[in-house]
């Protein structure tokens, strides 16, 4: 949050038009949202893999639980 202060004060600060500030305060609007967006996507990615070697796991304790190696 403050190097997102301190961009937004320097794009104001800057001596050029209106409209290069506009420019380069959208581009650092959609660096910003991207980098959230990406982000959010790595997480879920991560937390789904979790849940499904969460399940894998299960089904082999299951499987080791159920089989006996001395019954013939």
């Not at 949050?1 to 650092?28: E, Q």
């Amino acid at each position: 949050m403050i190097s997102l202060s301190a961009t937004t004060i320097g794009i104001c600060y800057l001596p050029v038009d209106g409209w290069v500030k506009g420019y380069i305060g959208m581009g650092t609007l959609f660096t910003v949202a991207s980098t959230f967006s990406v982000a959010k996507t790595t997480r879920d990615m991560h937390e789904s893999n979790r849940i499904i070697s969460r399940v894998d796991e299960a089904k082999l304790e299951r499987m080791l639980a159920e089989h006996d190696p001395f019954s013939k």
